[in-house]
């Protein structure tokens, strides 16, 4: 029997990160090629084949539109291909939540999509790039990896796009997910999933749109005034995600010119900038009043790409784009 054959979609990150000293804390993060990695894994003796193709080699803190296209055109052909058993992207730490989440929106579920990264650079002692990595493959070649949507892995742990996060800026351990924690445990030799699959028979809940229209997120803070509001309007902002205190809650003033934006047609979604919970309607704020919509169980980083796809398809009625975050 022929080895199964993973896609391997490189766009940069830590993973391929390279450091001035291995003990030290500078680096640039995609320093290292596709290519380079893959010989690296290949070296591990895994009985796959990886088909390497190079999308970027940046942070992502610089990913955006063109990446995102390339990413979604590459696995659309990747799922069509007979050849293929499932994908993996690598990709830096600091937004695969958005990459992943875009992703798992506009894709049917079938295939493993599996992104990975690392929080050392390959060259940094102690560096978890290689173990992630193999242990992406692991998940993107185990047949029960099917019908989960688009998946990230970092550090063991396998969480579902609509839950995860980044949670720490450096620690090995970064990621957690809400409201579902990890959907699986991972080494490069098991792989022990905690749930039956939960995507079987749905397809992508959106199409690939044209582009994205500009939506802003305001993280909310004491004393702040109706300016920072004015000016995201004046601006041209499509949207406006706020990350509010608390259960999503921000200044009075801060409401009312956010009121005025929606009066103006332009949706506005109320997360939190706490960590972790829910932001339901109505709890302090009354979104009813305000014409607002909350954010449930999304955060601010994926309430902006919620509503980037939501105002791409031409849905900004409030009670369309709440039915959107209840998850309907
Ligand atoms: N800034 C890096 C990136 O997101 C961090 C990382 O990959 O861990 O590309």
């Known amino acids: 029997m022929s080895a199964q054959k993973l896609l391997v979609l490189g766009t940069g990150g830590t993973i391929a990160g390279s450091a001035a000293t291995a003990t030290g804390q500078s680096y640039a993060a995609g320093e290292i090629s596709l290519d380079a990695m893959i010989a690296d894994i290949r070296g591990l003796g895994l009985t796959v084949e990886l088909v390497p193709k190079p999308i970027a080699r940046i942070g992502s803190q610089d990913i955006g539109w063109e990446q995102w296209d390339a990413l979604h055109g590459e696995i659309i052909a990747a799922q069509a291909d007979p050849d293929i058993a499932g994908v993996i992207i690598t990709h830096g730490t600091d937004t695969a939540e958005e990459t992943a989440f875009l992703l798992d929106l506009t894709l049917d579920p079938g295939k493993p999509v599996v992104m990975v990264g690392a929080m050392r650079p390959a060259d940094a002692v102690g560096s978890d790039g290689m173990r992630n990595l193999a242990n992406a493959i692991r998940v993107a070649s185990d047949p029960k990896a099917q019908d989960r949507g688009v998946m990230v892995v970092m550090g063991d742990t396998v969480f579902a796009a609509s839950d995860v996060r980044k949670a720490a800026t450096s620690n090995i351990d970064a990621f957690k997910g809400y409201p579902r924690g990890p959907i699986a445990r991972v080494t490069p030799s098991s792989l022990d999933w905690f749930a039956p699959a939960h995507r079987v028979g749905s397809t992508a809940r959106f199409q690939w749109p044209e582009a994205l229209p500009r939506v802003a997120i305001l993280t909310a803070g004491a004393g702040i005034d109706a300016m920072p509001v ?91 784009v709440q039915a959107a975050f209840d998850g309907d």
């Open 230 to 320: 004015k000016a995201l309007l004046g601006i041209g902002c499509k949207g406006i995600v706020i990350a509010g205190m608390g259960q999503g809650n921000a200044p009075r003033v801060v409401l009312d010119a956010l009121a005025e934006a929606v009066r103006d047609g332009v949706p506005v979604v109320r997360s939190s900038r706490v960590d972790e919970g829910m932001v339901d309607r109505n709890v302090e704020v009354d979104d009813d009043a305000y014409v607002f919509v909350a954010a449930r169980a999304l955060g601010p980083a994926k309430s902006r790409i919620l509503l980037m796809l939501l105002i791409a398809s031409g849905v900004t009625d409030a009670k369309a």
